[in-house]
């Protein structure tokens, strides 16, 4: 199972991929990591598509990470006497703290939060923004608004805030109760949704304590705004363009998913990049070419994964769209100005001992045509800076750690098998040639280079790099 590409593949799962036999044509067509999506995913049914996950893991011999999507605060307006309205534009519309059922002019809004943030001028987005209102005046428990692009408005549509900051952390109570399920099923990847500040993840990180890694989703414009901040203190974020093309100028944001997976190089970040990639194959077993050209896009720029939503979840061609993904992605990579570009998206090394022995050993690599680059890993971050480099030659990272072998499964270019630590320099040069022929990456006659932190087993201490010879009975010598 081991890949032919280096971007990973994240596969949503739902209704159409719930059994064990389509999760393992997920997995065979190219799914690196599955997300779960708590929006709709009870804690039983949590519990019961890892166990199908973990079982297919065992029977294909292969790591499969499993990210828990939290839903995050879901605003919403209250219901409509008729159910619906229409607005027209230049109207008045109100949004208040009444119960009672809407009108044509107002509706009751379930979250005095909102109506205390909101200033005079700020906008509000309804239904995923086809209907937009202006503040005009606030106080009283009510907003009054103009209607700026009017349609309609039916019960429950969602509201989106571009212009104002909530008081309320990104953690609601149900998110905290799904965090607490997903961290008992040994969930892999956590991800917040509708990240707003920093202190949003350093909620999270103190439940999480290190048993599962905390991905940002980057959704709205206040946590671009605070965009660094935010991804020193994650372990990896997430591009979500489906929010941030209603909350932004949607023109503005293939700029941002540029700027946002260079920043990911920089601090050495896992990027994953989501939403409406393959989006008509929800109904259509192959895609348009403006959205083959959206993956690409992604690849070339050095996304870490690419994320499949209802083409997997809810979809027709759940397998089809994995493969087809796996071969866009594969064509990429293989097109003759990939390398190139790859190149020259480098950001400068961190001034110290890891991150230049990291830089070092790419370029020994490349320059000696090494087979392959083999990191000893703890914690992973060995292997996320060799892949922060972006090498031409493969990676294979080897850990006593199954939660980071599975952790790794978001990570570029990483394959990553579970092994024990060595006991001393010799038998780490043994065990690493040996598993890089096993995996098919070096043969006989083959040199690597070997990446580790020594002593042996201390996370983030990578300050050792060998080179060794793959010897005829697998093993090696330096």
């Given at each position: 199972m081991r890949r032919l590409r280096r971007v990973k593949i994240l596969a949503t799962l739902g209704p159409a991929s719930n059994s064990e036999k389509v999760i393992e044509g997920l997995a065979r067509a190219g799914a690196d990591i599955f997300r779960i999506n708590m929006s709709h995913a009870s804690h039983d049914l949590?519990?019961?598509?890892?166990?199908?996950?973990?079982?297919?893991e065992k029977l294909l011999s292969h790591p499969i990470g499993i990210l828990v999507d939290l839903q995050g605060p879901k605003l919403r307006v209250g219901k409509f006497a008729e159910g619906a309205v229409q607005l027209a534009a230049g109207g008045k519309f109100t949004l208040d703290s009444s119960d009672a059922p809407g009108t044509q002019d107002r509706v009751y809004l379930p979250h005095p939060e909102i109506i205390e943030s909101v200033s005079v001028g700020d906008r509000l987005l309804l239904d995923d923004g086809k209907l937009q209102l202006k503040a005009t005046r606030v106080g009283g428990g009510a907003i009054e608004t103009e209607i700026i692009y009017g349609g309609k408005l039916s019960d429950k549509k969602g509201v989106s805030l571009p212009d104002t900051l909530l008081p309320v952390?990104?953690?609601?109570?149900?998110?905290?109760?799904?965090?607490?399920?997903?961290?008992?099923?040994?969930?892999?990847?956590i991800a917040l949704s509708f990240v707003q500040r920093p202190e949003d993840i350093i909620d999270v990180r103190k439940i999480v304590q290190g048993r599962a890694g905390v991905m940002a989703k980057i959704e709205k414009p206040q946590a671009v705004e605070r965009l660094e901040e935010i991804i020193k203190l994650c372990d990896a974020f997430m591009i979500a363009r489906g929010d941030l093309g209603v909350e932004m100028p949607i023109e503005q944001v293939p700029g941002l998913q540029k700027r946002m997976i260079r920043i990911a190089r920089r601090f050495g970040k896992p990027v994953v990049v989501a939403t409406q990639m393959l989006e008509s194959m929800i109904s259509s077993p192959v895609p348009t070419r403006a959205e083959v050209s959206d993956v690409s896009i992604a690849v070339f720029e050095g996304a870490d994964a690419i994320m499949l939503s209802a083409e997997s979840a809810s979809g027709q061609y759940p397998i089809e769209a994995v493969a087809m993904m796996n071969k866009?992605?594969?064509?990429?990579?293989?097109?003759?100005?990939?390398?190139?570009?790859?190149?020259?998206?480098?950001?400068?090394p961190e001034a110290t001992a890891a991150d230049a022995i990291s830089a070092a050993t790419r370029q020994v690599a490349e320059t000696l045509d090494l087979a392959a680059i083999v990191t000893y890993t703890s914690s992973g971050s060995t292997a996320i800076r060799a892949a922060r480099e972006r090498p031409s030659k493969p990676i294979l990272a080897l850990s006593p750690n199954s939660r980071t072998v599975r952790r790794l499964s978001v990570v570029w270019g990483v394959h990553c098998v579970y092994s024990e630590?060595?006991?001393?320099?010799?038998?780490?040069?043994?065990r690493a040639c040996i598993i890089a022929y096993q995996e098919g990456l070096a043969r006989p006659g083959d040199r690597i280079a070997i990446t580790a932190g020594i002593p042996l087993g201390t996370p983030g201490a990578t300050?050792?790099?060998?080179?060794?010879?793959?010897?005829?009975?697998g093993a090696g010598s330096s």
């Amino acid at each position: 199972m081991r890949r032919l590409r280096r971007v990973k593949i994240l596969a949503t799962l739902g209704p159409a991929s719930n059994s064990e036999k389509v999760i393992e044509g997920l997995a065979r067509a190219g799914a690196d990591i599955f997300r779960i999506n708590m929006s709709h995913a009870s804690h039983d049914l949590l519990k019961e598509t890892v166990t199908k996950i973990r079982n297919v893991e065992k029977l294909l011999s292969h790591p499969i990470g499993i990210l828990v999507d939290l839903q995050g605060p879901k605003l919403r307006v209250g219901k409509f006497a008729e159910g619906a309205v229409q607005l027209a534009a230049g109207g008045k519309f109100t949004l208040d703290s009444s119960d009672a059922p809407g009108t044509q002019d107002r509706v009751y809004l379930p979250h005095p939060e909102i109506i205390e943030s909101v200033s005079v001028g700020d906008r509000l987005l309804l239904d995923d923004g086809k209907l937009q209102l202006k503040a005009t005046r606030v106080g009283g428990g009510a907003i009054e608004t103009e209607i700026i692009y009017g349609g309609k408005l039916s019960d429950k549509k969602g509201v989106s805030l571009p212009d104002t900051l909530l008081p309320v952390g990104a953690l609601t109570d149900k998110d905290h109760a799904d965090l607490l399920a997903a961290l008992a099923v040994e969930a892999d990847w956590i991800a917040l949704s509708f990240v707003q500040r920093p202190e949003d993840i350093i909620d999270v990180r103190k439940i999480v304590q290190g048993r599962a890694g905390v991905m940002a989703k980057i959704e709205k414009p206040q946590a671009v705004e605070r965009l660094e901040e935010i991804i020193k203190l994650c372990d990896a974020f997430m591009i979500a363009r489906g929010d941030l093309g209603v909350e932004m100028p949607i023109e503005q944001v293939p700029g941002l998913q540029k700027r946002m997976i260079r920043i990911a190089r920089r601090f050495g970040k896992p990027v994953v990049v989501a939403t409406q990639m393959l989006e008509s194959m929800i109904s259509s077993p192959v895609p348009t070419r403006a959205e083959v050209s959206d993956v690409s896009i992604a690849v070339f720029e050095g996304a870490d994964a690419i994320m499949l939503s209802a083409e997997s979840a809810s979809g027709q061609y759940p397998i089809e769209a994995v493969a087809m993904m796996n071969k866009v992605a594969m064509s990429v990579e293989s097109d003759v100005n990939y390398r190139g570009i790859i190149r020259a998206q480098a950001a400068e090394p961190e001034a110290t001992a890891a991150d230049a022995i990291s830089a070092a050993t790419r370029q020994v690599a490349e320059t000696l045509d090494l087979a392959a680059i083999v990191t000893y890993t703890s914690s992973g971050s060995t292997a996320i800076r060799a892949a922060r480099e972006r090498p031409s030659k493969p990676i294979l990272a080897l850990s006593p750690n199954s939660r980071t072998v599975r952790r790794l499964s978001v990570v570029w270019g990483v394959h990553c098998v579970y092994s024990e630590d060595a006991v001393n320099l010799d038998d780490m040069v043994d065990r690493a040639c040996i598993i890089a022929y096993q995996e098919g990456l070096a043969r006989p006659g083959d040199r690597i280079a070997i990446t580790a932190g020594i002593p042996l087993g201390t996370p983030g201490a990578t300050n050792m790099l060998r080179i060794a010879f793959v010897r005829q009975d697998g093993a090696g010598s330096s």
